[in-house]
């Protein structure tokens, strides 16, 4: 069975081309014709000799995809879905216009193992972790890939959770001989994994962002029973380590439930747990799931919570639901094969 190109890095396709008879030069070649010119099949790698292109197409192929289903929102959003990890099994990328900006909303598994309360994603179990040729291919298989400015691993799955394909694509797209994306243009979205985090933290300059919802352990660990291995504040302890003063950020995301994490109460706790920390919070309204006994505060509610937390002196912003027609939105992506039905 053959292997594909798409996904390796510099250093694998240096092993590819000693494996292949090739000269060790060949592997920068190959990175610009996978990475840059964007190529499909080998044989349009046209500096590298007939015979090369034919010794490495007895074992490799290119890996590129084709998307098995689009939607569009009325407001410009777009929905991908890809078949992934094993057959019957999708995931699914959303990619976003914001006037100058287009940013890609990248899945990282095929499901999830966190098990949030409120999440579409994390109920329908884990199926496996997406392979850097499954990450990179999300980049390169939207119509708009051309066109992207921005990318958010915010998709479906725990990015921090498969940290070894995520950060070969990290690699990727911020490489030379990559996509050679500033990392400024990458945002990363976990949970906490603490397992994780310090790697990421340590070895790329992405942006990072922190899914929150709560500040009190007891109530967080009721909608996200991640919080029982990896406590909010032993995150806070690690994010604290590192300087977020200057072009980098750290962000906490917040979904607001009517009634459950928006009271004076909870403004007061997220003041007292993020003092001192150059931070900024996210605001995101719930978007609702089947069976879901959460529901979304009124905007007037959600921002009165953002002034409390602007009044303590938090950076706050209001995200706009984007593609919620579309089953888009922020913790809505499935990506099961009954979704291809409907």
Not at 21 to 36: F, H, N, T
Not at 161 to 172: F, T
């Amino acid at each position: 069975m053959a292997q594909f190109l798409l996904g390796m890095t510099l250093g694998e396709l240096e092993a590819v081309c000693t494996a292949s008879g090739l000269k060790r030069y060949a592997a920068a070649q190959m990175a610009d014709w996978l990475y840059k010119k964007r190529v499909r099949t080998i044989d349009q790698m046209t500096n590298l000799s007939k015979e090369s292109r034919a010794r490495l197409s007895e074992n490799y192929e290119v890996g590129r995809t084709v998307p098995a289903e689009v939607m569009t929102s009325k407001d410009g959003t777009r929905k991908y879905a890809f078949e992934a990890v094993a057959p019957g099994q999708y995931i699914e990328t959303v990619m976003i216009p914001d006037r100058d900006r287009a940013t890609l909303c990248v899945s990282s598994q095929a499901g999830c193992k966190m098990g949030c309360k409120f999440c579409m994603t994390g109920r329908q179990g884990f199926h496996g972790n997406l392979s850097a040729r499954e990450i990179i291919a999300q980049f390169m298989d939207v119509e708009e890939a051309e066109e992207l400015t921005n990318a958010v691993f915010m998709g479906m799955g725990e990015p921090l959770d498969n940290w070894e394909n995520v950060h070969k694509a990290i690699e990727i797209l911020t490489a030379d001989w990559g996509f050679g994306w500033s990392p400024k243009r990458i945002t990363l979205s976990t949970i906490g994994d603490l397992a994780t985090m310090k790697e990421f933290l340590d070895t790329t300059a992405c942006h990072l962002a922190v899914s929150l919802h709560n500040p009190f352990h007891e109530e967080r660990r009721e909608l996200m029973p991640v919080e029982n291995r990896y406590p909010l504040e032993e995150v806070l302890k690690l994010v604290r380590q590192y300087d977020f003063t200057g072009q980098r950020r750290v962000t906490f995301e917040y979904i607001v439930f009517a009634g459950m994490n928006d009271t004076k109460r909870h403004a007061a706790g997220l003041a007292r747990l993020l003092r001192g920390l150059e931070c900024r919070m996210n605001l995101i309204r719930f978007h609702k799931i089947p069976d879901s006994p959460y529901t979304s505060g009124s905007d007037a509610l959600v921002e009165q919570f953002q002034k409390r937390l602007e009044a303590a002196g938090i950076t706050t912003t209001i995200r706009a639901s984007r593609g919620e027609d579309i089953m888009a939105a922020c913790g809505l992506l499935a990506g099961k094969n009954s979704n291809r039905q409907q």
